[in-house]
């Protein structure tokens, strides 16, 4: 029997180079995998919409589905509108099941290329002369920010950077400035901007012309730009595990903070919200003018 499809799911960017990174990491990995089916496609703003990608496969005999969120963090994306989405091609295509597996992060892998980019950043300079400011993309549901939080904390332990500070590019503070004008209060003399995304897009580009910004009005700190997460060995390796976890059950998502169960302060009419997919441009489904508000 063949085994269950790999459908990694993204959620889009306005931006080709992210697109097409996403779409080489598909194949990629399909081509590491022979005798696994495996495919991708997004929720919104970049083809393949998901909707194509689950069509095709449905069209080669995939009847099994394990679909993992190509997300870092636990957000709405991950926690609403991809189910959504899957439970609209079930619904399209009679027969098929859909087992989902977890977010990417915060996981041991991710830590080890977060660590390897600030070492290409540094060039040989001294950790212990060194602050991080990871830069996450920023959600309006505050249990996603606090993973960000919590990769941050991880990243500072014993790995001998003078710290670890936390800032966000959109829909969360601290910004990427006020998060640079607080490395600098704490005293930093060289800071490593390091965003928190896994391919290039609008966001990370983003990221760094407010770190250049910023750093042209203080030039006496020493500011070095990371790159992203990127097609590394590491991330392939962790999706095959987050394929398997999906098909033996073994999920251990944290739902203690989750913001669609829990109240709250200030967000307690999320509570029990109905979930709806994206509406992507190119899905037979798609309202004409349906308007969003995503830059990514």
């Known amino acids: 029997m063949t085994a269950p499809a790999l459908l990694l799911v993204g959620h889009g960017t306005r931006d080709d180079a992210g697109a097409d990174a996403f779409r080489s990491f598909v194949a990629r990995l399909g081509a590491a995998h022979p005798g696994l089916p495996v495919g991708g496609g997004f929720i919104e703003l970049s083809p393949p919409p998901l909707a194509d990608a689950v069509r095709d496969m449905v069209?080669?005999?995939?009847?099994?589905?394990?679909?993992?969120?190509?997300?870092?963090?636990?957000?709405?994306?991950?926690?609403?509108?991809?189910?959504?989405?899957?439970?609209?091609?079930?619904?399209?295509?009679?027969?098929?099941?859909?087992?989902?597996?977890?977010?990417l992060g915060p996981h041991p892998d991710l830590l080890a290329v977060l660590e390897r980019r600030v070492d290409e950043a540094l060039g040989g300079a001294d950790r212990a002369g060194t602050t991080v400011l990871l830069v996450g993309r920023g959600s309006t549901d505050p249990d996603a920010n606090a993973e960000v939080l919590k990769t941050a904390r991880l990243l500072w332990e014993g790995r001998g950077y003078t710290g670890v500070?936390?800032?966000?590019?959109?829909?969360?503070?601290?910004?990427?400035?006020?998060?640079?004008?607080?490395?600098?209060?704490?005293g930093a003399e060289r800071v490593v901007v390091l965003p928190y995304f896994l391919f290039p897009g609008v966001l990370p580009d983003r990221v760094r012309e407010q770190a250049r910004?910023?750093?042209?009005?203080?030039?006496?700190?020493?500011?070095?730009?990371?790159?992203?997460?990127?097609?590394?060995?590491?991330?392939?390796?962790?999706?095959?595990?987050?394929?398997?976890?999906a098909l033996q059950g073994d999920l251990r998502m944290n739902c203690d903070s989750c913001v669609?169960?829990?109240?709250?302060?200030?967000?307690?009419?999320?509570?029990?919200?109905?979930?709806?997919?994206?509406?992507?441009?190119?899905?037979?489904?798609?309202?004409?003018?349906?308007?969003?508000?995503?830059?990514?």
């Not at 009847?63 to 190509?70: C, Q, T, Y």
């Not at 992203?228 to 987050?242: D, K, N, Y």
């Not at 489904?285 to 830059?295: R, Y």
């Open 59 to 103: 069209a080669a005999g995939v009847r099994e589905f394990a679909a993992v969120p190509l997300v870092l963090v636990s957000a709405g994306h991950a926690k609403g509108d991809i189910p959504a989405a899957l439970a609209r091609e079930r619904r399209r295509h009679q027969g098929t099941s859909y087992a989902y597996g977890r977010p």
């Open 213 to 245: 910004a910023w750093a042209a009005a203080y030039p006496g700190v020493d500011v070095r730009h990371a790159e992203v997460i990127g097609p590394e060995p590491e991330l392939a390796r962790l999706v095959m595990e987050r394929y398997r976890e």
């Open 165 to 186: 500070e936390t800032a966000f590019v959109s829909l969360a503070e601290p910004s990427v400035t006020a998060g640079l004008d607080r490395c600098l209060r704490l």
């Open 260 to 296: 669609y169960r829990i109240g709250l302060p200030g967000f307690e009419d999320r509570v029990g919200r109905p979930q709806q997919p994206h509406h992507h441009p190119d899905d037979p489904s798609h309202p004409h003018g349906h308007p969003h508000a995503h830059t990514g």
